[in-house]
């Protein structure tokens, strides 16, 4: 039932822009906890490029401070990457992580479950 849905992805040139979308749905009531943005590029590990936790803190990968942005619109459950001055070396694919935490009324503890995007490529071109 829960459905994680990117978009953005592209082929662009050094220097552009990409706005990446993680949208969350669920057949039942949920909130969004932590959420995170990831990449792999051929040949490499996933990454880690950036983070928000629940309190509003951030994190970057030192390589897109100041060019990329996290950002959350918990009403449309929906976290996005905003993707500036991309270099080539921002191609791979991205996949957001969101933590979604389902009320258990009946409990003293709401369950929480991270899930993953399919992920959405970018390709950055000099």
């Known amino acids: 039932q829960v459905r994680i849905d990117e978009s953005g992805g592209g082929s662009v040139q050094a220097g552009e822009h990409l706005e990446l979308s993680c949208h969350a749905s669920?057949?039942?009531?949920?909130?969004?906890?932590?959420v995170a943005w990831y990449r792999q590029a051929p040949g490499k590990q996933r990454e880690l490029v950036a983070q928000e936790i629940i309190d509003g803190a951030t994190n970057y990968i030192e390589s897109v401070k100041g060019r990329f942005f996290i950002t959350r619109d918990d009403a449309k459950n929906t976290v996005t990457l905003q993707m500036n001055f991309l270099k080539p070396e921002d191609t791979g694919r991205y996949y957001c992580d969101v933590e979604l935490v389902f009320p258990m009324p009946d409990s003293d503890y709401d369950a929480s479950e991270h899930y993953w995007g399919q992920g959405t490529q970018v390709t950055v071109s000099s």
């Open positions: 669920a057949g039942v009531s949920f909130r969004i906890d932590d």
